[in-house]
């Protein structure tokens, strides 16, 4: 993969800044980047808004980032419920960085949004646990898990696997939704 010079998203950012209002910073996980900060600052010397994209596992890097108030937004994936958290990330998680995280951003973002992109390995009851994690937050999503035409997923043993159904999200949102003031399914 041939990374983009910065310079190069700059120029990009600026030749269209009649258009554009904000940039998403999405990933991988953006936080990872050491330089993140510095390059949010050249972007919001365009004028321009800053979306972050975060999984939550670096809240050090959001306390850094609210304390320079160098993002407007923040949507952070919660991967569903404490117990199960870094089964279904694939990968050991600190729940305890997650819960700090959760927390910065309910008490510090400009805005923000959490959401769950309910995979296959996924249920119902699953979904209704995860409320713990993000309870009192203002927003939260539920996202279909599709895999697009004609792709395959890096492990091929998920291959046509498929979530659950939209009417089903519709279903277990309609169970949790008075907990949150704004959110649905997507």
Request: glycine residues 8%.
């Amino acid at each position: 993969m041939q990374l983009i010079p910065e310079n190069d998203i700059l120029y990009f950012l600026r030749e269209r800044g009649n258009f554009l209002d904000a940039l998403s910073i999405t990933g991988g996980e953006p936080t990872l980047h050491d330089d993140l900060p510095r390059f949010i600052k050249r972007v919001k010397q365009l004028g321009l808004l800053v979306k972050l994209d975060t999984n939550g596992s670096r809240p050090e890097v959001l306390k850094e980032l609210f304390d320079n108030h160098l993002v407007d937004y923040v949507a952070m994936d919660v991967k569903g419920p404490a117990t199960r958290y870094s089964e279904l990330a694939g990968v050991h998680v600190d729940l305890d960085a997650i819960r700090r995280s959760i927390k910065l951003i309910m008490d510090r973002a400009p805005d923000y949004e959490f959401r769950t992109t309910v995979a296959p390995t996924i249920t119902a009851k699953d979904i209704e646990d995860t409320v713990e994690l993000v309870e009192g937050a203002k927003r939260y999503f539920l996202q279909a898990f599709v895999v697009p035409e004609g792709k395959d997923l890096v492990d091929p043993s998920w291959n046509g696997k498929t979530g659950l159904s939209k009417t089903e999200l519709e279903s277990v949102w309609k169970g949790i939704e008075e907990s949150f003031p704004d959110g649905g399914v997507r």
